[in-house]
C-alpha cells in the first residue's frame, strides 16, 4: 500500500511561481514511476510531468516543457513539481499518482496507468 499526500498549492499572479511536493509513503516497489497531473473545472485530468525514480527519466507534457521541472528526493520520499513562468491555464488541482514500474514502461503520462492517487492541491494563476 502506498500513500500520497500533496502540498504546496496557493494563488500566484501570471509569471510566478510555485513548488509542489509529494510525501510518499508505503512499499518502495510500488511507487517506482511517479507522476503529477492536473485537472480543470470540465476537463479531463492530463498528465502533467512523470519520473521514474529508478532511473530518473523524465517526461512533460507539451504545455509545460520548459517551465515546470519534476524531481524526486530518495532520502525524503518526497517527490516535486517546480513550476516557473505561472499562465492561468495552468489553474487546476493537481494530483501526485505512484505504481510500481521499470525503465521500459515509466516515465508515463497516462493516468490509467497509475494505482495510488493522492488528495491534490489546489494551484490559481491569475491575470
Known amino acids: 500500500q502506498v500513500q500520497l499526500v500533496e502540498s504546496g498549492g496557493g494563488s500566484v499572479q501570471a509569471g510566478g511561481s510555485l513548488r509542489l511536493s509529494c510525501a510518499a509513503s508505503g512499499d518502495t516497489a510500488s511507487r517506482r514511476c511517479m507522476g503529477w497531473f492536473r485537472q480543470a473545472p470540465g476537463k479531463e485530468r492530463e498528465g502533467v510531468a512523470s519520473?521514474?525514480?529508478?532511473?530518473?527519466?523524465?517526461s512533460y507534457a507539451d504545455s509545460v516543457k520548459g517551465r515546470f521541472t519534476i524531481s524526486h528526493d530518495n532520502a525524503r520520499n518526497t517527490l516535486y513539481l517546480q513550476m516557473i513562468s505561472l499562465k492561468p491555464e495552468d489553474t487546476a488541482m493537481y494530483y501526485c499518482?505512484?505504481?510500481?514500474?521499470?525503465?521500459?514502461?515509466?516515465?508515463?503520462?497516462?493516468?490509467?496507468?497509475?494505482?495510488?492517487w493522492g488528495p491534490g492541491t489546489q494551484v490559481t494563476v491569475s491575470s
Open positions: 519520473i521514474y525514480i529508478g532511473g530518473g527519466s523524465t
Open positions: 499518482a505512484a505504481r510500481p514500474g521499470s525503465w521500459w514502461s515509466c516515465p508515463s503520462l497516462r493516468q490509467y496507468d497509475y494505482t495510488y
